[in-house]
Every structure is written in structure tokens, then in C-alpha cells.
């Protein structure tokens, strides 16, 4: 490993002599091909890296809702707009905009509802009335299907031990 000292001494003889050849001989460091590198480092130009603005507010969530997702998918891939255009005007990256049309292609508008956005506030009320005997409906449904479907694949003879398990429950 070289110092930045030893580094800008080298690259400074380079660009006096302009000759990677002569330098690595007159330095005696670094290799060529390290030399090398360094020219191509010190031409690359370095692009200060933008800030992400994260805005999470009720205005403009970090999650959006589905309605902010659908409108933007429609405006960008059946009205036409510019997806970067869409994107800077509402506020969410154009890679946003892409994942957000392909959950849609393959889920349809209910896959871009967020889990994250649902409130319990917002969630219907369950009475617990009827769950348990909806509940026990549905474990005896359960129970059917799966002797059926046992009573197909394997035969008779898987049969018993699920209609014994059958009269268990039903009691």
C-alpha cells in the first residue's frame, strides 16, 4: 500500500516525463500497472453523490397508498407521460414506479396495497359470536376434503383411520 504522498510524487513525475516507463524506474514504485490505475483513477471524474430526500410525512409517505401507485402506473404506461417526469412531480423514484407496474402486472391493484398503510382503525369490526361455530364449520369442511382426497390418491384402506379421526371431532 502507498502513501498519498507517494502516489501524488509518481503521478506528478508521470505528467512531467509522460512516460509510465520512465517513472516506475526513476521512482522506483509503483509497479506499471499500478501507475496505471492511478491515471485512470485520476481522469475518472468523481460526481458528488445526491442526497436522498426522505420525506415521510402524511402528505407524502414512505409507503404510499395504492390509489398514489395506480394513478402514477396509469399515467405513465397508458396516458403515456415520462416515467422520470411522474416520478419528480410525485415525489417517488422512477425505480418505484417500475417495481410498483410489475407487482401490478403479475398481482393486479391488490398487490400494491401495503401492508405497512393498513390501520386497525381501518379494519371492519369481527364478532366473535359466530366465529366459533364458523370456525368448527370449517374445521369439519376441512376434515371432508381431506378424507376425499385421501380416499382418490391412496385407496380404501387410508380411509379408516380418517373417519375415526372424523368421529373424534365430531363429538
Same mark, same amino acid.
Request: charged share 30%.
Given at each position: 500500500?502507498?502513501?498519498?504522498?507517494?502516489?501524488?510524487?509518481?503521478? #506528478? @513525475?508521470?505528467? !512531467?516525463?509522460?512516460? *509510465?516507463?520512465?517513472?516506475?524506474?526513476?521512482?522506483?514504485?509503483?509497479?506499471?500497472? $499500478?501507475?496505471?490505475?492511478?491515471?485512470?483513477?485520476? #481522469?475518472? @471524474?468523481?460526481?458528488?453523490?445526491?442526497?436522498?430526500?426522505?420525506?415521510?410525512?402524511?402528505?407524502?409517505? &414512505?409507503?404510499?397508498?395504492? %390509489?398514489?401507485?395506480?394513478?402514477?402506473? %396509469?399515467?405513465?404506461?397508458? @396516458?403515456?407521460?415520462? *416515467?422520470?417526469?411522474?416520478? !419528480?412531480?410525485?415525489?417517488?423514484?422512477?425505480?418505484?414506479?417500475? %417495481?410498483?407496474? +410489475?407487482?401490478?402486472?403479475?398481482?393486479?391493484?391488490?398487490?400494491?396495497? %401495503?401492508?405497512? #398503510?393498513?390501520?386497525?382503525?381501518?379494519?371492519?369490526?369481527?364478532?366473535?359470536?359466530?366465529?366459533?361455530?364458523?370456525?368448527? +364449520?370449517? &374445521?369439519? $369442511?376441512?376434515?371432508?376434503?381431506?378424507?376425499?382426497?385421501?380416499?382418490?390418491?391412496?385407496?380404501?384402506?387410508?380411509?379408516?383411520?380418517?373417519? *375415526?379421526?372424523? &368421529?373424534?371431532?365430531? &363429538?
Amino acid at each position: 500500500m502507498y502513501s498519498k504522498e507517494q502516489r501524488e510524487t509518481a503521478l #506528478n @513525475l508521470y505528467h !512531467e516525463c509522460g512516460s *509510465v516507463t520512465k517513472t516506475v524506474r526513476i521512482v522506483e514504485y509503483p509497479r506499471r500497472e $499500478q501507475l496505471h490505475a492511478w491515471i485512470r483513477q485520476e #481522469n475518472e @471524474l468523481e460526481f458528488p453523490r445526491r442526497q436522498l430526500k426522505l420525506i415521510n410525512t402524511k402528505d407524502h409517505p &414512505r409507503n404510499p397508498p395504492a %390509489n398514489v401507485k395506480l394513478d402514477a402506473i %396509469n399515467r405513465c404506461f397508458k @396516458l403515456g407521460e415520462s *416515467v422520470k417526469l411522474v416520478s !419528480e412531480e410525485i415525489g417517488y423514484t422512477t425505480a418505484s414506479i417500475y %417495481n410498483w407496474r +410489475k407487482k401490478y402486472l403479475y398481482g393486479g391493484a391488490a398487490s400494491l396495497v %401495503n401492508k405497512k #398503510n393498513i390501520m386497525i382503525d381501518d379494519l371492519p369490526e369481527i364478532s366473535t359470536v359466530s366465529d366459533s361455530e364458523d370456525i368448527e +364449520k370449517l &374445521r369439519k $369442511q376441512m376434515l371432508d376434503l381431506q378424507l376425499a382426497r385421501l380416499d382418490k390418491s391412496h385407496g380404501r384402506k387410508w380411509s379408516h383411520s380418517i373417519h *375415526v379421526k372424523k &368421529r373424534m371431532f365430531s &363429538r
